[in-house]
């Protein structure tokens, strides 16, 4: 009896302190988005409203977090695009070479981001390509083609064939089937792995940092910064993204939900 019910209180205790575990580091960067600091921002100095209504006082914070978001929406288009295609020649067409490429999609995934980005710059070096947003840009997207075509994969290969012979029937032509059948059928799967792409280019450091020269992004900056304290202006941006990250997360919930119950209550 006993051990049942430390059974049972085990996994909420196991919740609770995994929960807190993860967000001590969140609740830490949006406390100190809040610090009148100084010189340093490593010590509470007081409250101060400044940094959230002058986020860019903090020099090179703003145009960081601008090559940021161009550089991940740049690369997320790039990869998803190419993914999409890439993926759906897999799944649907047979050609020499189709279980090698599809080996090959893995290897980004699997190998570890330092050997990608040194290997990268080291090609670039070669070509005499100088270091900047556009070899980033180029980087994020290799980087981010293997997620998106893993993604979008599984999505065409659990599409019903059927729903395409129908349209061929009807003498659709084969470019009608695609943007009127098959491509609505994929959004789902796209705009998960756009979202992905998006994510993953935002997020990375290591590659950026072997590929980026001169040209700082937003975690590239963190990086440089963290010597003296992460600026709170810097706090700022990161805890309006983890704000508009859950608002977003919380809509796509709820709307989901409505149209479950929608779904259900018409049958």
Known sequence: MKGSIFGRAL?????I???LFLLIPIV???IFSFNDAFKTNIQWQGFTWHNWTNVCDAQ??????GNSIIVGVVATLAATALGTALAIALVRYKFRGRNIVSLLIFLPMATPEVVLGAGLAAQFFSLGTPKGMLTVIIA??????SFVVVTVKARVASLDASIEEAGRDLYASPGQVFWRITFPLLIPGIAA???LSFALS???????YFNSGSMQTFPTFIYISAVRGVPPEANVIASA?????IVGVTISQVVSSVRRRRLAASR
């Not at 996994?11 to 919740?15: K, R, V």
């Not at 090179?60 to 977090?65: D, I, N, P, S």
């Not at 993204?241 to 990250?245: G, K, N, P």
Request: contains cysteine.
């Open 11 to 15: 996994l909420p205790i196991y919740t």
């Open 17 to 19: 302190l995994a929960l």
């Open 28 to 30: 830490y960067t949006f």
């Open 60 to 65: 090179g914070v703003c145009e960081a977090f």
């Open 140 to 145: 994020h997207t290799l980087f981010c083609l």
């Open 193 to 195: 792995a756009a979202l």
């Open 202 to 208: 935002f997020d990375d450091f290591i590659i950026t």
């Open 241 to 245: 993204v983890f704000v508009l990250a």
